[in-house]
């Protein structure tokens, strides 16, 4: 392992975050797809393109075990299930969605598209929870995930790839659909499920959507990334448009003085309020947290955190472990977990200490640091 090295890098109104470690997950010029946590935190699950899914402690980065069997790339994967948190699901292009027991790593259900499609996303909900829901091609699927058995296909709302499909919180019975076609639909599953009497309302975003999400105290806002990585807020309950920023990464890269955005991650809702930020990348591997502003005059802010130091190439995921706040934080701990394109994981702390005491020390981090530490695992 290298020895630690210290840098002073400058940037007005923004946070820095040390870098506590670094993983090579040994797949030479394999990427990190995806990283999502376990509900209790004492794992994260890291989906990579050698279409295995390995998992580690988010405190100490120590390898736990590995998930095999997909035959295609893994396009989803999610701690899904309240009743049954060692669960771990994903989603594949060899057209399965497959369950895992994490305390086994083995594999213990695989539902079958039965078409040989792909399946880019999948989402548990319905009224009474028992809905499993995917996207694959035009098409949107439903099994009733306790018995395998498949209850609807809806084919007449999308004409090109579903990328998206999410249960919306607090209205468990209305799903979000997103696709390449550029159209989001939501849907009411109650009852028997069919494209002529369930489609409740469609939104026009115009361009082919990559990634959406909720956020907002009741959920009702809804964010859309796309693949020319514009984004769009919306009011998903009356289907009206909150602000489009088209040069969105333009806006991004003039508001940081260091660098310039190439792409977009993803958005983070620190889970209060109607905040969002939106988390840009560089090809460079530096990743910043701009807050988006789409009430009044539509703007994106300067980053407010900066992580650095970390990715030699362009980042795919990004764990948030934190509130990010406006504010200094009572307590310290780790900010988040990135994966990307160089096959590396990278943990993120507010400052030089690598103690942490406990899980809920991840909850809320401080942000006066001036100092970046970086340490490349071999």
Not at 83 to 97: A, K, V, Y
Not at 227 to 241: A, G, P, Q, T, V
Request: with cysteine; charged share 20%.
């Amino acid at each position: 392992m290298e020895e630690a090295t210290e840098m002073e890098i400058e940037e007005p109104k923004s946070k820095k975050f040390g870098l506590k470690n670094s993983i090579q997950t040994n797949f030479g010029n394999d990427y990190v797809f995806q990283i999502v946590p376990k509900d209790d935190w004492s794992s994260v699950a890291v989906s990579l393109s050698t279409k295995a899914v390995k998992l580690y402690s988010p405190v100490t980065g120590q390898f736990q075990g590995e998930c095999k069997g997909h035959s295609d790339t893994i396009n989803q994967i999610s701690f899904s299930v309240s009743s049954s948190p060692h669960l771990l699901h994903s989603c594949s292009s060899d057209g399965t969605i497959r369950a895992w027991d994490t305390r086994t790593f083995q594999q213990v259900s695989c539902i079958n598209s039965g078409s040989s499609q792909e399946i880019f996303s999948f989402s548990f909900g319905g009224s009474n929870d028992n809905l499993l829901a995917a996207g694959a091609k035009s098409q949107i699927l439903f099994w009733d995930w306790r018995n395998g058995k498949q209850v609807a296909c809806l084919e007449e709302s999308h004409t090109e790839d579903v990328t998206q499909v999410h249960f919306v919180p607090d209205n468990r019975n209305k799903l979000l659909s997103a696709s390449v076609d550029g159209l989001m639909c939501i849907f009411n599953t109650d009852g028997d499920i069919n494209d002529d009497d369930d489609l409740e309302s469609v939104i026009n975003v115009g361009t082919s959507i990559g990634k959406v999400g909720f956020f907002g105290e009741t959920y009702q806002k809804l964010w859309c990334l796309t693949h020319i990585e514009s984004l769009s807020i919306w009011d998903w309950k009356d289907s009206r448009n909150e602000a489009n920023l088209l040069e969105a990464r333009s806006l991004a890269s003039d508001s940081w003085t260091l660098d310039h955005v190439d792409y977009f991650v993803d958005c983070h809702y620190p889970g209060e309020g109607d905040s969002l930020w939106l988390i840009g990348g560089t090809n460079a591997g530096a990743l910043g947290y701009f807050p988006v502003n789409y009430k009044g005059v539509r703007a994106i802010g300067s980053p407010e955190a900066i992580l650095g130091g970390g990715h030699k190439g362009v980042v795919r995921s990004v764990l948030p472990m934190s509130c990010l706040k406006g504010g200094p934080s009572q307590s310290q701990g780790i900010f988040a977990w990135t994966g990307g394109e160089d096959g590396r994981l990278c943990c993120w702390l507010s400052d030089d200490s690598t103690e942490i005491k406990s899980i809920l020390d991840f909850k809320c981090i401080g942000y006066e640091i001036t100092k970046v530490s970086q340490k490349k695992a071999a």
